[in-house]
């Protein structure tokens, strides 16, 4: 909106959030009925979050000067710490 009054950028933000409401509610709806896949939907998602941080994150720790091992390892460690106080904890 490069050039136009900022009174029509905030009317056009304004109007985005418009369909806000109707997913809240659909999506409050869907929960209901898909309750007994939710568990599994939430694994996923999870598997998904570490996949990005994996992929994303631990090789950008490792660019530049004093990337070392270090990070990939103190990575490792507090994953499988955060794994087995999950299952000692429940």
């Given at each position: 909106?490069a050039?136009?009054?900022?009174?029509?950028a905030?009317?056009?933000?304004?109007?985005?959030?418009?369909?806000?409401?109707?997913?809240?509610?659909?999506?409050?709806?869907?929960?209901?009925?898909?309750?007994?896949?939710?568990?599994?939907?939430?694994?996923?998602?999870a598997?998904?979050?570490?996949?990005?941080?994996?992929?994303?994150?631990?090789?950008?720790?490792?660019?530049?000067?004093?990337?070392?091992?270090?990070?990939?390892?103190?990575?490792?460690?507090?994953?499988?710490?955060?794994?087995?106080?999950?299952?000692?904890?429940?």
């Amino acid at each position: 909106l490069a050039g136009r009054p900022a009174s029509r950028a905030f009317l056009l933000g304004q109007l985005s959030g418009v369909v806000e409401p109707v997913g809240g509610v659909l999506g409050a709806c869907l929960v209901t009925m898909v309750t007994p896949i939710l568990p599994y939907a939430l694994a996923f998602a999870a598997g998904a979050m570490i996949y990005v941080v994996v992929d994303q994150l631990l090789p950008e720790s490792l660019e530049g000067k004093g990337g070392t091992k270090q990070q990939t390892l103190a990575f490792m460690g507090g994953f499988g710490l955060m794994m087995i106080m999950d299952v000692a904890l429940g």
